[in-house]
């Protein structure tokens, strides 16, 4: 099981201050929940990529590779890149490049974006979402596979004997999640190509979850690629922990009330009660996450959203030294002692290239 | 069997608008009649707007709304048109759970002049939402719920138009897009034949 942080990188107003940090400080400051990520043993960190304020991250493999250069283990990974409105040629490029600068860790998750006006200042129209979801990935899948590449379809100029350079490190394509968070269409993409799939988790009621994930799963194993409990599925999840709970409670709730997201609207209780946000000790955080199995399955990767909602950065590298102490060392021990052994691990440059080599062998 | 419920936007206690989705309710004649007031669940639609989705308690009205084989719907006058509360709820519900679903609309106000509030507001907003909108449209005014202006009749005759309606039409039945996948071959050789404004 791998366990990381996903950061929409919003730069919002801390509502007990009333201050916003900088542009320039909410960046430094992603960098920093970074590289706090590898110092307390977490394996991924993937950052949202967003074309409009109150957000920083435009530029996802920038910001990828400077994190890359000054870690050793980490991940990097998105949440979401956008597979609507970017060039497939051009993420093919950037995250081959990626690969290659950080000897093979990385990963992606390809999301259509809910922000309308992005898809028209890029040239596109929200209502072809999945069209351009599912057009543009198939080149993406086939421009890191086949060296030269002939295409032709309905969004995009035509390719006539184009090759994506670099070529993926190893010939081994960066492993790709389908993020969507109620599309069925999507479910079905990802299981077509044996592909990951990611469910955003934090917004919706678990009962939405457990049918996209199961969705996901029956078709993963109708496409042929492993039985349905051997599908790679990852989650969010929002947490916010203290010592003692009603301290997590009492700290956290301005933010709460206050998040862009869902300020105004239902209490931090019912909110809770609702999804998966945990608000508490982190005893209660190992209690909650280790219950997301029972509805999704044994499943591989989890991202936990910590530095939104303007949480200054003391306190979200506050909230990484909690998850790394008391956590981590218990999700580890008790998701390992209850996985079965036919469920594979999230794939990673090292496995997929094993497993290349082995077909090449063969 | 033929299920009906009736959504009464009304905010007072008592309420005519109630009355009014209760006295159409009653005069449908179906098997199962189940009248909803917005008002139990007037925070519930505000966070639904907010957070995007139905929580624990919205989530089974939602359902048995989609389920329903017809619905009545009545709202209050309000500022020249149906009330805000009455339109948010329209808001929250799924856009094709209306579809095709026969629905007869009311309106409750001070004074009849208002009784267009129901074919120049109502109406179009069913329309937009396919639901097929019954002819008749049942206006109460104060002053209804004492002389004798014919509101019987005119409840009696929509009512009688839904039961029609609901009497003629199949059983709901409902695609599950998680059921029942759109083949992945399928999405693909869509893209080819979609036009770009469809």
């Known amino acids: 099981m791998q366990f990381g942080v996903f950061t929409v990188g919003d730069v919002t107003p801390d509502p007990t201050t009333g201050r916003a940090p900088s542009e320039h400080e909410r960046i430094t400051a992603m960098v920093a929940i970074a590289l706090k990520a590898e110092e307390i043993g977490l394996d991924v960190f993937a950052t949202g990529e967003h074309h409009n304020p109150p957000f920083v991250p435009s530029s996802p493999t920038t910001l990828l590779g400077h994190i890359g250069a000054r870690t050793e283990k980490l991940i990097l990974s998105t949440a979401t890149t956008l597979i609507t409105t970017n060039d497939p040629v051009k993420i093919a490029e950037d995250y081959a490049m990626l690969q290659h600068l950080t000897s093979g860790r990385v990963d992606l998750m390809l999301g259509r974006g809910n922000t309308a006006p992005v898809y028209p200042w890029f040239g596109q129209d929200i209502r072809q979402g999945i069209p351009l979801a599912i057009e543009n990935y198939a080149l993406l899948h086939r421009l890191w596979r086949e060296d030269v590449v002939d295409w032709e379809g309905r969004f995009r100029t035509p390719l006539q004997g184009f090759t994506s350079t670099p070529r993926p490190l190893d010939g081994v394509p960066p492993f790709v999640w389908h993020g969507s968070i109620r599309s069925p269409e999507i479910a079905e993409q990802a299981a077509y190509y044996g592909d990951g799939f990611f469910h955003n988790h934090i917004f919706w009621p678990a009962e939405h979850t457990k049918r996209m994930v199961s969705l996901y799963r029956q078709r993963f194993e109708h496409y042929g690629h492993g039985s349905a409990d051997q599908a790679i599925v990852g989650l969010g999840g929002q947490i916010f922990m203290r010592a003692n709970s009603q301290d997590a409670i009492a700290e956290f709730r301005p933010y709460f009330d206050n998040a862009p997201v869902y300020g105004g609207g239902p209490s931090l209780e019912d909110f809770s009660a609702d999804t998966p946000l945990t608000v508490g000790s982190p005893q209660q955080v190992i209690d909650r996450t280790l219950g997301f199995r029972d509805y999704v399955g044994d499943y591989q990767r989890q991202l936990f959203l910590v530095d939104h909602a303007g949480l200054p950065l003391k306190t979200v590298l506050e909230q990484l030294d909690l998850l790394g102490e008391h956590v981590l060392p218990v999700l580890r021990k008790e998701i390992e002692a209850r996985t079965p052994a036919h469920v594979p691990s999230a794939p990673t440059h090292d496995s997929l290239r094993a497993a290349r080599e082995e077909v090449t062998a063969g | ?198």
């Open chain 2, 1 to 198: 069997m033929t299920t009906i419920m009736a959504i009464s936007a009304g905010l007072s206690q008592p309420s005519s608008t109630r009355m009014l989705a209760d006295r159409l309710a009653a005069e449908v004649k179906a098997d199962h009649t189940e009248t909803v007031e917005l008002r139990e669940y007037a925070h519930d639609i505000t966070d639904h707007l907010l957070t995007r989705f139905a929580n624990a308690r919205l989530r089974p009205v939602l359902r048995r709304l989609a389920d329903a084989d017809g619905l009545i719907l009545v709202t209050p006058v309000f500022t020249a048109s149906f009330s805000g509360l009455f339109k948010s709820f329209l808001d929250i519900v799924e856009p094709d759970a209306l579809q095709g679903k026969p629905v007869l609309i009311g309106a409750t106000g001070g004074t009849e002049r208002h009784s267009l509030v129901l074919e120049h507001a109502l109406r179009p907003v069913l329309t937009y939402l396919r639901a097929v909108v019954l002819p008749t449209a049942v206006y109460a005014a104060s002053a209804d719920w004492g002389n004798d202006t014919d509101l019987s009749r005119r409840i009696a005759r929509a009512a009688g138009e839904l039961a029609a309606e609901v009497a003629r039409r199949p059983a709901v039945g409902r695609v599950d897009p998680f059921a029942d996948p759109v083949p992945f071959t399928d999405l693909l050789a869509d893209i080819s034949g979609r036009t770009d404004h469809d």
